[in-house]
Every structure is written in C-alpha cells, then in structure tokens.
C-alpha cells in the first residue's frame, strides 16, 4: 500500500477502535454474553468444557478465545469484551483489502468508511460473542481464497485454515462457507471469474477440492468429538402453515440489510432515520444495478445468499426467533452488502454520492447517539441494565427479603458478585411448574419478595404457576419499575408480527406482607431516575 493509503485506513481503523473502546464496560452482559463469560471464570478446563457443553449451542472457538484470555486479563464486564473489540478493529483493513479486490479502488474507501462508523459494528462489536470473530474469519476466508487462486501453494492452506476455524465459531456460518465453495468451484471449472477478471484459477481444482475436503474433514472431525451434539439439540420448528409465510420472509430478509446499512439503533419513521433509510435505497439499488453489470458475481452471491441460506433455515427449523436476530446469524453477508451501497455511492456521481453519504453519516450518527443513550434499540434486551437492577436491590433490601428472577436473566450474576445481596431463587421459565423453587422459595420465608421479569423472546412473565400463586396469595405488590422501555410504534409493530412485545424489557416488583398496607410510601420507595414507575396494583 501506498503511505496515503496506509494513512487513511489507519485513520478509519483508530475511529472505529475509540468508537469501540468508549465506555465499554457500561452496558451490563446479557444472557448470550454470559454463557461464555461464565465458562471463561471456571479454572479448570475439564470443568469449563462441561459447563459449555451443557449450556451453549455453537462450537466452541469463541469459548476457548475468552477462556484463555480470562486466564491472562482477568473476567470483568469490560475485559471480557476485548477480544471481540480487537477482532472488530482488525475486521476495517480487511474490509479494505477485500473490497478494493471485489469492487475497487473508490467504492472500497466508501465501504471500509460505512463498516468503521457502523452502529452496527457499535453494538455488536462490544458484546463477548461470536458474531465478530465469524465476521473476522469470513473476510480471512474470502481474501485466503482470492490470494489461493492468484498465487496458489501455502494459500490453499491459509484458506483451509480459514474455514475450518470459521465452522468452530459459528455453525451458521455454514451459509457462507456453502456460497463461497459454489463460487470457488464455478471459478476453478471456468464458468464464471470470481472477482471480474481472469483468475489463474483454472488450473489448480485439485488444490480447491483439497481445500474444502480439508474444512469439511476438521468440521466432521469436531462433530465426532461433540458427539453429534448439534443434530441431537431438540429443534422447536414451526407448524406446516407459519414455515414460508410470505409477509415474515419478506420481513427477515429485508431486516437485515436494513441492520447492516443503517442500524439496529435507529428508527425509520424518525426524521433522520427516514431521510437515512431512503439514502440507503438508492445506494443500494445503484450499487445491485452497478455490481451486475461489471460482473461482480463473488459480491451478489455472498450478499443474496447467505442471507436467503439463514432465512429460510431459520425458517424451517427455529420457532418463535425475533426477526433482529438475522443480521448477527448471516453476519458474513455484511461487508459484501456494504460493498453494493458503496458501489451505488460511487455509481451516482460526486454530488449524487456525496449527498447519500452525507445522509447515511448523519443516521449513523444518530444510531451511534442513540446506542450510547439506550434509545431506540431495536432488541431493547441490550440495553437492559441488569447490573444496576441488582444495585438498586441491594441498596433497598431489607434482612429476610429473598429475589426471585427468571432464568433469562443476568441479574442474578450481579447479584452473586455484590456483597450484601439478598439470597436469589432462580426459576425455569420454560416450566410450568417449578417445584424445585417453589420449595426454595418456601423454605426462606421472605419478609418481603423481589421478581426480577425480563421480556426476552416472549418470556415476559412466563414464571411457573405454583410459584405465582404462592406469591399473588402470602404477599401484596407494593412496587413496580420498569427498565429499558420499548418505542411505542416499534412495539405495535412487533406485537402485529410475532404476537409478543412489552412496554418495559424488564420488570422489577417488590411484593410486601399483606400486614404492611400498601402505600404511596411504597410505591415511592422504588422511585426511579432513570426508569419508569407504576401504580400498585389496588
């Protein structure tokens, strides 16, 4: 590279890494976040093995990433999340690198940009999961394999690498790594040029199918090791009617695109959000016209397919997922999706690209504002302050009061780590009788009970019938607070889509005994300042 392109993607790369790094132990771990956190906490690794394998679906490299770095760093919210942080960060060269190959010199400058300031990035990029580590890999993947058809010899071998460290990450990455060998194997039988022109790729199938037996090999290796454990995870599917409902499929395509280009922080009936969303439209529908023409086949079949690969897996397989769950499952598509604006900023001209550029700069940061203020998140599950939920339990708490909280929720984990903590009372929400807590909760006799609900995937108050009762009976509700509140419309419209959505994303009561009447004293003893309060109930 050239000193002034080393400047400018050095430039990009330290905006993106202080966007990452601000503040970033402020947001509390969410459940996701803390199955790996707390397998990194365990010493032992045959005991943290069993613990991820009782509790985590995906393969394990992103477990083993934080397990080691635990060991060196330490487990705090913060710590927990640089792996990830510096994995996003070394994610922007790569973008460039990739993109100028794929699309050119200009459209990639305009996409490595979009990727740095992404909202996207923001979120994601902080959290301690897998998704950046798969996004990490996919650019390794598709550059290893770009240089292996050029260049050949140690390439193959990188790019096996590549893709066999890709499938232990995440198993969705499937999606791309199922696209990526069709266009590999076009390109070696000479159908099709992947990146526009000739590739000397003709020539060398023996090494392409070396390479993918290789990553197939390592996978069914690992699969071995697990035990077949993914094929014998009990998969809730839907009824015959919901499987391709068309409204739903448009919905989870459209989705993420909507994500990758604009952000999961954004609204598009705002304002900002609106004038942003029509920008992306016309980048996005200049960059599909521009990538067809010039033949970029590499970058409209990483695009379309991965997504429609996740979609209608997901479609068949999994029940009751949010449709905001897409983007992180066909994260690989991202960048290449990016590439297709970029190329329709650049298709429009000076002024034309200046102009959505400018309108897609002012959403992101609106997206990026709104991330660091919790607001109009489109999963307010993120913004959910488990951490100081546990905090202002502990500060009001009273000897005898005992916490019960639902199993989704990370409230309890603060709570575990805080001196002074009231004893918790985990319940299975996914039962509709817990007995188990119910004797637990039975055997403390509590002065006073706290219920800790979260409203993740249509759990919201889904807590087991014997237990309810036993507390709507022996206790009068004295408080409520709720954190985390949701966007009226959004929740209209996701209350029409999947039949589910909630004013707060989490719920804290505090039930008193029924010799204490119920006062506005108490209901002013959880008195927020940053969330909202409801009356007690009459």
């Known amino acids: 590279m050239k000193r002034r392109t080393l400047a400018g993607v050095g430039l990009l790369t330290a905006v993106n890494a202080a966007l990452l790094g601000a503040h970033l132990g402020s947001k509390s771990i969410w459940i996701d976040e803390a199955l790996g956190v707390k397998t990194a906490r365990i010493r032992s690794i045959a005991a943290a093995y069993a613990r991820y394998r009782s509790n985590e679906v995906q393969p394990p490299l992103n477990n083993v990433l934080l397990w080691i770095w635990a060991r060196i760093a330490g487990t705090s919210d913060a710590v927990m999340r640089v792996p990830s942080v510096v994995l996003t960060v070394a994610c922007v060269p790569l973008v460039f690198l990739l993109a100028r190959r ?3 010199r200009r459209p990639a400058w305009v996409a490595t940009y979009l990727f740095a300031i992404s909202p996207f990035v923001l979120l994601f990029g902080r959290m301690s999961l897998y998704y950046m580590p798969t996004l990490f890999l996919a650019l390794c993947s598709a550059l290893t394999l770009i240089a292996a058809f050029e260049r050949g010899r140690w390439w193959w071998a990188l790019h096996a690498g590549a893709g066999a460290l890709l499938l232990l990450t995440n198993y969705t990455a499937a999606a791309y790594l199922v696209v990526e060998t069709i266009v590999g194997g076009l390109v070696v039988f000479g159908k099709m040029d992947m990146t526009g022109d000739l590739l000397r790729s003709v020539r060398q199938r023996r090494a392409w199918f070396a390479s993918a037996a290789a990553v197939a090999a390592a996978f069914a290796a690992w699969l071995a090791i697990d035990r077949g454990r993914l094929f014998s995870t009990p998969i809730s599917r839907p009824r ?5 409902g068309v409204p739903r499929l448009v919905l989870d395509a459209a989705y993420p695109v909507f994500a990758w280009t604009l952000g999961p922080t954004i609204f598009p ?11 992306a439209v016309v980048a996005l529908v200049a ?6 023409r010039s033949r970029r086949y590499f970058v409209a079949a990483a695009s379309v397919g991965v997504v429609a690969i996740t979609v209608v897996a997901y479609q068949v397989y999994v029940k009751g997922r949010p449709f905001e769950t897409i983007p992180t499952r066909a994260i690989a598509a991202f ?6 604006a970029a190329c329709g900023v650049t298709r429009l001209g000076r002024a034309g690209g200046a102009v959505v550029l400018a309108l897609l700069t002012a959403g992101y940061g609106l997206g990026a504002a709104n991330y660091f203020t919790n607001r109009e998140f489109h999963n307010a599950i993120y913004a959910v302050p488990s951490r100081d939920i546990a905090r202002d339990i502990v500060s009001r708490a009273q000897p005898g009061d005992v916490v019960v909280v639902q199993d989704d929720s990370e409230v309890q984990y603060y709570l575990a ?3 002074r903590a ?4 985990r319940l299975n929400a996914s039962s509709l009788v817990d007995a188990a807590a119910l004797r637990a909760l039975q055997s403390h006799s509590p002065s006073r009970v706290w219920t800790v609900m979260l409203g993740r995937d249509g759990s919201q108050g889904r807590i087991p019938a014997g237990t309810t009762d036993w507390i709507g009976t022996t206790y009068e509700l004295a408080a409520t607070r709720g954190y985390a509140p949701q966007d009226a419309t959004y929740a209209a419209i996701k209350r029409r889509i999947e039949g589910t959505a909630y004013r707060y994303k989490a719920v804290l009561r ?13 209901c002013e003893l959880l008195q927020p300042t940053t969330a909202s309060l409801y009356s007690p109930r009459p």
């Open 510 to 522: 505090l039930f008193d005994r029924p010799r204490i009447p119920t006062s506005r004293a108490s």
């Open 287 to 292: 960059g599909a016209v521009a990538v067809l």
């Open 102 to 104: 794929l699309v050119g």
């Open 417 to 419: 780590s805080t001196p």
């Open 335 to 340: 960048p290449f999706v990016l590439m297709v």
């Open 422 to 425: 009231p004893c918790t009372v």
């Open 269 to 279: 009936w705002r304002l900002v959000g609106a004038v942003a969303t029509v920008a």
């Open 240 to 244: 015959a009617a919901e499987i391709l």
